[in-house]
């Protein structure tokens, strides 16, 4: 493998605690890599750098060096090397790291400064948390129990602004809590690249709204919800549904393309409120499309497919089905299956001697966080050997096979296979054995309709167009009537050809990772948070239809 | 001692009979002659002769020209732009209004003189919103420069070519801070940058390096280009050399702008002397002595301590009426030079009053990026225009201290000292006034006028 090279390190000093951070880092930046934490709000990582809340004010100083010698002044008391402290206060997000860098983060003037800051947002704030979306991950409560005088100074009349502002069909501005951060400013201007924000009128008057004609409706709007620090940007959808500190957080994986948008699933009791971005700088940064938050919808939704039956009892019905049929079987596999289905899918085709295609998704990227693929997970299907070439998005063979008379029954996992190009009179003519989560043409004409889950209930892996190997774990129950697709795979296997797989991730990683060459170094309890990456070179000569987004780039074929 | 002579070199045709502003009333007064002396010079000899003159800025920091044009980076193959800072808002200021007014002229040639010196093609000259007038006549001065071959391309025949443009502010305080000026200049809203890492002379106007001086600099170099840094020194005291004009406002018996050396002149002669002294009956109470950003001075009190005269430490201890009208005099008596502004309060002169309108306009001109000046000046305004215009009590004074005191040496500009600077001053120098306010509002009479 390539070494990634090293970057230039500069030793800082930060509340007495010597590191060595990258050339570049701020001080922020770097006092978290201590374990030292200084309050922003107007600072982003991912964002440009304004230095506008005045809450990160650092005290900083430089070692100091005799003006003609150059040589270090040694300060006799402690027989270090004395530091000129700046007698002002720094701000630390705008503060790059230099050698010999000394910061102190609790001094009294450091103090005083934030005590300050703190006391100034409040004055015109409607202090409405009782009342307030944001209440819980509130970075104005969480930092006024630090620095929050307890008690207000302010006896004059609170500014008024305009509340419950729509400013586009998915998010609701309070400007009365706004902190003028500009946060979602820089967001839509810098990374949506839709500059339809922005502030107007002076002073502590100033009040963000949308720019004259415009909406804040572009597909990525409810990041500024995410990345708004204090409860002036709501979610429309998410406001009052629910109290944060109640919801459980589960990692997630966006299945709305090869992307791969790391995401948290917020849920409680078995429902899913909402769905945030998770942070994962090689892939998505901090930002998440708005189309993909809406996806556990389908969780809920009254189309989805249960069955009153016991798995083992659908599992032989099927068999049954397929074992009369046997060598005139093809089986539709999926890109949206995960690594671990496909890799049983793999099993199955193999039970039955069938050949496997699978349907190909694609649409117009969005060159940021939605990719021309909008299958999740085709490279897994390369990876475990499901098939050895891209996918089209018609079943024109298995149509022409279906015509012959050579394919009389057919295993789709979870695709419609009318949408894919099959006729009614062309399904008429085949036993279907359908896994899926929701009714469709195919569920409606199947034989065999095996129940599974969504993405939501259960957990697995995909691999995304980078070759990323990332994983997802199950934030909900499975719907009562639904099988975990694994679980039933597994089943179905058994029935057909006698023979024992693992149904559960912890078992069945150990053989994939013995018969899948790409995936032999790995567990599925080893793979980081932030996915790893596979070597891509076996596939290096395929047609990807992906674009450029961010943080990838098609392989000059 | 009387004060000495008034020494016009900026102000030279100001108010002068028959004197005009047209470029042909300039010419006949040897009008651009500096220029066409200045363009068979080299430029690094134009800087030297600056960074010699000590000028410093006449915007208000008074931070010396040649080693702000010294700090430009040459280095890195971008254009330079230099800027004309000539957003005048500074209350108590009214000198450049004059200039453009009356001796536009003078400011374009002196532009185009900085503009070779320093190598740059396009210079902006960045008009407050409220000087319609000023901003026509400097497009019409430009014009017959450009008409005359003093500006735009090929300027005398040298080969040299540099395009001077007139932009009109919308009217905001914020936009005299250059970097303020800056963003307004490229069309957004005018919040000053963070420095580092957007410093003009390296990251100004369009990422590239910038110039930004005041208008009366700009003039004070056309004249250094004329007589040589060396002699420009000899006027005024070292480390401020120059002269200086005192925009003087308020309670004199004499109002009015007056040119002199700098460091020549007191407070006291100025205002004594030169104004002639309080209206009849009245005393003096206090003056602010550089734009109402300054700290007040309190009539009454002393100033010690010690200071430079040549290689010697002296010993000092000074009354207002003392102070010598410099930079560095009026920064150890713990105010400042500023712009020159010196407003007069005397003995009818409420202090809360007086704050109360200072603060209504910084809070009403803060742009309102970072939070400490944004909040704070309004909350001291709210304040202040409280105690006036509602209940007063006792311990507001101390609370408007408290919240002065959050602010300065915060914030990203110097907006934040401007703002609090007056609070902080006017209460630890008129406390009795802030405490005793409630009581005294019941002893005046209803019909007095009115704040804003």
Redesign the interface.
């Known amino acids: 493998m390539i070494q990634p090279a090293k970057p230039d390190l500069v030793t800082v000093n930060i509340d007495g605690k010597e590191i060595a951070v990258p050339k570049g880092t701020n001080v922020i930046e770097a006092a978290r890599l201590v374990n030292v934490d200084v309050p922003h709000y107007c600072y982003h990582p991912k964002l440009a750098v304004v230095g506008n809340c005045r809450m990160c004010l650092i005290e900083m100083g430089m070692p100091a060096v005799d003006p003609a010698t150059k040589a270090p002044v040694i300060d006799p008391a402690t027989g270090k090397q004395k530091i000129n402290w700046i007698p002002r206060p720094q701000i630390g997000c705008g503060t790059t790291v230099s050698p010999g860098l000394h910061v102190k983060t609790t001094s009294p003037m450091v103090k005083d400064a934030r005590e300050g800051v703190m006391e100034f947002l409040l004055i015109n704030h409607p202090l409405d948390c009782p009342i307030c979306d944001q209440a819980g991950e509130c970075k104005l409560q969480e930092q006024a129990t630090g620095y929050g005088r307890g008690y207000s100074r302010f006896i004059e009349q609170k500014n008024v602004k305009p509340k419950r502002t729509q400013l586009g069909p998915r998010v609701t501005l309070d400007d009365e809590r706004c902190v003028l951060c500009s946060r979602c400013i820089r967001f839509s201007r810098d990374v949506a690249k839709e500059d339809v924000l922005g502030f107007v009128d002076r002073g502590s008057y100033s009040t963000l709204t949308c720019h004259p004609d415009k909406k804040l409706d572009h597909n990525y709007s409810l990041n500024t919800v995410d990345i708004c620090p204090v409860g002036a940007l709501t979610s429309t959808d998410f406001r009052f549904k629910m109290r944060v500190w109640f919801l459980k957080q589960t990692n997630s994986i966006c299945t709305e393309s090869s992307v791969g948008v790391n995401s948290v699933v917020w849920s409680r009791e078995g429902v899913i409120y909402r769905i945030t971005p998770r942070r994962n700088d090689e892939v998505n940064d901090t930002w998440m499309p708005d189309s993909g938050r809406v996806l556990y919808k389908q969780v809920q939704s009254a189309d989805r497919l249960t069955s009153d039956i016991v798995l083992d009892n659908i599992a032989s019905k099927a068999a049954n089905l397929l074992n009369e049929l046997s060598g005139a079987i093809a089986v539709v596999g999926s890109g949206r299956s995960s690594v671990e289905e496909q890799f049983l899918t793999r099993k199955l085709a193999a039970a039955l001697a069938a050949p496997v295609s699978l349907v190909s998704r694609t649409a117009q990227g969005d060159k940021l966080l939605i990719s021309a693929d909008r299958n999740p997970n085709v490279r897994g299907a390369l990876v475990t050997g499901l098939v050895s070439a891209l996918p089209s998005a018609q079943l024109t063979s298995l149509a022409a096979d279906i015509d012959a008379g050579k394919v009389k029954a057919i295993v789709s996992i979870g695709e419609d296979l009318t949408a894919a190009g099959l006729t009614a009179a062309q399904l008429a003519k085949v036993s279907v054995v359908y896994f899926g989560t929701h009714a469709n043409a195919t569920s409606a004409a199947a034989k065999v309709v095996v129940p599974t889950v969504t993405v939501f209930e259960k957990s697995g892996t995909f691999i995304n167009q980078q070759f990323r190997i990332q994983k997802f774990i199950q934030a909900v129950p499975a719907l009562a009537g639904a099988h975990n697709d694994l679980a039933a795979l597994a089943k179905v296997i058994t029935a057909v050809s006698g023979a024992t797989v693992p149904a559960e991730l912890g078992t069945l990683w150990p053989l994939i990772a013995a018969e899948v060459p790409a995936l032999a170094t790995m567990l599925y309890k080893n793979i980081p948070e932030t996915g790893l990456l596979l070597d891509a070179t076996p596939w290096a000569g395929l047609p990807f239809v992906e674009a450029q987004t961010l943080h990838f780039k098609p392989a000059t074929v | 001692m009387s004060a000495p002579a008034q020494h016009r070199i900026i102000f030279k045709h100001i108010d002068e009979p028959g004197y005009t502003n047209d470029i042909e009333c300039y010419l006949r007064h040897g009008g651009y002659e500096v220029l066409r002396k200045s363009v068979t010079r080299k430029p690094e000899e134009l800087i030297d002769e600056v960074k010699k003159s000590g000028l410093r800025g006449r915007g208000g920091a008074g931070f010396p020209c040649g080693v702000k044009w010294g700090l430009v980076d040459r280095k890195s193959g971008k254009p330079i732009y230099l800027i004309v800072n000539a957003d005048e808002s500074e209350p108590g200021t009214f000198k450049d209004r004059y200039i453009m007014h009356q001796d536009p002229h003078q400011l374009i040639e002196g532009t185009i003189i900085s503009c070779f010196a320093n190598n740059v093609k396009q210079a902006y000259i960045y008009i407050r919103g409220e000087m319609p007038e000023g901003a026509r006549i400097l497009e019409r001065a430009i014009a017959e420069a450009r008409s005359r071959n003093f500006v735009g391309p090929n300027i005398l025949g040298t080969g040299y070519s540099c395009e001077i443009y007139v932009h009109r502010g919308a009217g905001?305080y914020i936009c005299g801070e250059e970097t303020g000026l800056i963003e307004s200049l490229e069309g957004k809203?005018a919040?000053p940058r963070?420095k580092?890492?957007y410093f003009p002379a390296v990251l100004g106007l369009y990422q590239c390096p910038t110039i930004v001086n005041n208008v009366e600099t700009l003039c004070q170099v056309k004249y250094i280009a004329d007589v040589g840094g060396e002699a420009y020194a000899k006027i005024g005291t070292p480390g401020n050399t120059g002269t200086r004009i005192f925009c003087v406002s308020g309670h004199v018996q004499r109002p009015g702008y007056y040119e002199f050396p700098a460091g020549t002149i007191t407070m006291g002669q100025l205002l004594n002397d030169v104004c002639g002294g309080p209206l009849p009956g009245r005393t003096f109470k206090a003056v602010i002595p550089g734009g109402s950003s300054a700290k007040v001075l309190k009539f009454g009190e002393r100033y010690k301590g010690k200071r430079k005269v040549g290689a010697d430490m002296v010993d000092y201890d000074w009354g207002v009426e003392d102070v010598p009208m410099d930079f560095d005099s009026l920064a150890m008596i713990g105010s400042m030079g500023g712009s020159g502004g010196v407003i007069v309060m005397d003995d009818t002169v409420n202090m809360v009053e007086a704050l109360a309108n200072i603060n209504a306009f910084y809070?009403?001109?803060?742009?309102?990026?970072?939070?400490?000046c944004?909040?704070?000046?309004?909350?001291m305004k709210?304040?202040s225009s409280?105690m006036v215009h509602g209940d007063a009590r006792p311990q507001d004074g101390a609370?408007l201290k408290?919240v002065a005191d959050?602010?300065p040496?915060?914030?990203?500009c110097a907006f934040g000292e401007a703002c609090s600077w007056p609070t902080q001053s006017f209460i630890t120098k008129f406390k009795d006034e802030f405490d005793s306010y409630s009581e005294v509002k019941k002893t005046l009479p209803a019909d007095r006028r009115v704040l804003v």
């Open positions: 905001a809203r919040n963070i580092p890492p809070s009403h001109e803060s742009c309102g990026q970072c939070t400490p944004r909040e704070g000046s309004l909350w709210k304040i409280r609370l408290s959050q602010i040496g915060r914030t990203i």
